[in-house]
């Protein structure tokens, strides 16, 4: 027979005496309650939406959900990466998340929301993303054949500094307002593009109608030589599954987005306070502002009446601020010089032999080094001998935009001595500075998919809030928000550098002179007109580097061709 377990033993202790009380002061007797029972609560663990886990998650649900690999017996999702459920993109697994995580998004938003009142069938998405594989990967094939050095270093370079000169020509003229022309019309004259022709002046309203129409066909004419080059034979001989990516890319991608929003001025300050508040970020860490502000704010400033009697002051401070302040930047110039050195010393088994000057991409030759930028912007189409990097645009483009030339020139003038004698010597082409610069340069820039992920991140949560429809498009800002707007950008650029140094170039004797310095060098991507010839030229310069015949040949007869040889 089986007996109950025994019972626990209890503790019976006698119950307390009640305290004495009198009349004058009156005490209740502690009354006790039964304590109530706790209830467990399960919470979900909170997941970032900017996570890599999130947007995994995303795209298995979206993409994913239909095949039947996916899930495991019971039904349960599958822990299979993404790169072994969906075809590769590209040749690194985290820039193919970040993509999928894009096109999962808008396939649930614009896809599924009508696509799914139709049919329950997945057949579209799956040759939607079969052929989003298909020209991802020959674009990477293409950009594997680019010289990237130039690309980035030279010709880029070469089309912002030619906006910089016909900005500043335009909008800064010689002469008073009656006899000055107008700043678009002497811009368009000094950096022409046939897509933005005739000017669109409010004078005008036939003008302004023109350009549009002028534009549109531009798009379009653009968009149908890329698919024409892209596209496989089979979805370029279907008309309107080329009109509709037509139509989506050459409206909602150039139109509304690099040709519309991307050019407004203060949508460019914007991005470059993040771009600056991410580096002011790695180079300070993450709290070192914030302690700053709050050291300021807690000690109470130091009296300095009576130290220069005591010999404590050397022109306003104290002579141990100076001493640390000397300190830290001699430790400063210490670490760069150990860098520079460890780092030359250990790529110097690692640099190339050579930097092969017969390269099939577009090259310029050392001698057009000190030409003047091209102002129409249109590639050459015969390459010409490889250039060094110290003779590349980028120096030259960086030294326009500062103004090198008005605000310090002696600074200007011994810069291009030092590159004149270091072009002469080891930065020639081929020298030991110049494949030490190219190793650099594709080392830390070329051959990092990290930068690139986390570009696409960034473009992800920003268009797209907790990986959700987009939010409703931003109003246009009054004169007095984009006047916030750039005047935040110009303080944290400013916040950038430590105060002498920007003291001492910008010949500034207060905050509010400086600000205004830097304002005024903004200030050449303040016309959104003026901006759309520079993204459209980069536009052009970056689709003839990838697809070189659309330079030789019409996209009408590139499709013609290709349907009626292959089709």
Not at 33 to 54: F, H
Not at 127 to 133: P, T
Not at 268 to 287: F, H, N
Not at 352 to 368: F, K, L, M, Q, T
Request: aromatic residues 6%; neutral net charge; proline residues 10%.
């Amino acid at each position: 027979m089986i007996q109950p377990p025994p019972r626990a033993p209890t503790s019976l202790q006698p119950r307390p005496k009640g305290a004495a009380t009198s009349n004058a002061s009156p005490v209740t007797a502690p009354t006790t309650t039964a304590p109530t029972p706790r209830v467990a609560v399960r919470t979900a663990p909170v997941t970032d939406a900017a996570s890599d886990k999130a947007i995994a998650s995303l795209i298995r649900r979206t993409l994913c959900s239909h095949l039947p690999h996916v899930s495991d017996e019971k039904g349960r999702p599958s822990t299979r990466p993404i790169d072994e459920i969906l075809p590769p993109l590209t040749s690194s697994n985290d820039v193919d998340l970040q993509l999928y995580g894009f096109i999962a998004i808008i396939m649930r938003e614009f896809v599924y929301a009508w696509y799914g009142k139709i049919t329950p069938d997945h057949l579209f998405v799956d040759e939607i993303i079969q052929i989003v594989a298909h020209c991802t990967r020959a674009l990477e094939q293409r950009l594997r054949k680019v010289d990237l050095e130039s690309l980035f270093l030279d010709e880029i370079p070469e089309l912002v500094e030619a906006h910089i000169v016909a900005y500043r020509a335009s909008h800064y003229p010689l002469h008073p307002p009656p006899l000055a022309s107008e700043p678009r019309e002497t811009y368009h004259t000094l950096h022409p593009h046939p897509a933005l022709s005739p000017v669109p002046l409010a004078s005008s309203p036939g003008a302004i109608t023109e350009q549009r129409n002028n534009d549109a066909a531009y798009r379009r004419l653009l968009v149908q030589g890329v698919l024409a080059v892209l596209l496989p034979t089979e979805d370029l001989e279907n008309g309107c599954l080329r009109t509709l990516v037509g139509e989506i890319l050459a409206e909602m991608v150039l139109g509304n987005g690099l040709g519309g929003k991307a050019c407004e001025g203060w949508v460019l300050w914007e991005a470059i306070t993040k771009v600056v508040e991410s580096l002011r970020g790695e180079i300070t860490g993450p709290e070192s502002s914030d302690d700053q502000r709050d050291v300021s704010v807690e000690c109470p400033p130091i009296s300095t009446e009576g130290a220069s009697i005591r010999g404590h002051t050397l022109n306003g401070a104290s002579v141990t601020d100076f001493f640390w302040r000397v300190l830290q930047y001699g430790y400063m110039a210490f670490t760069v010089l150990r860098f520079l050195t460890v780092a030359f010393a250990t790529t110097m088994s690692s640099l190339p032999a050579s930097r092969d000057p017969s390269h099939p991409s577009h090259y310029r030759g050392v001698e057009n080094s000190q030409s003047a930028p091209s102002t129409a912007g249109t590639p050459p189409k015969s390459p010409t001998r490889k250039r060094p990097i110290l003779a590349m645009k980028i120096w030259s483009c960086v030294s326009r935009l500062l103004s090198l030339d008005v605000i310090v020139p002696w600074l200007k003038g011994m810069i291009a001595l030092l590159q004149w004698g270091a072009i002469s010597g080891p930065g020639r082409l081929d020298g030991i500075l110049d494949r030490f610069l190219s190793c650099a340069f594709n080392t830390h820039v070329l051959q990092k998919p990290a930068l690139l992920t986390r570009a696409l991140r960034l473009a992800r949560t920003s268009l797209f809030p907790n990986n959700a429809s987009p939010p409703p498009p931003r109003p246009m800002p009054d004169p007095l928000e984009i006047a916030a707007i750039k005047q935040r950008c110009t303080r944290s650029i400013l916040a950038l550098f430590p105060a002498p140094i920007t003291k001492c170039y910008l010949r500034s004797d207060s905050e509010k002179e400086a600000e205004g310095a830097v304002a005024e060098i903004l200030e050449v991507f303040g016309d959104a007109y003026c901006n759309k010839h520079l993204v459209y030229g980069i536009v052009d310069l970056v689709v003839v580097r990838l697809m070189p015949e659309l330079a030789d040949e019409k996209p009408s007869l590139l499709l013609k061709r290709r349907i009626g040889d292959e089709g």
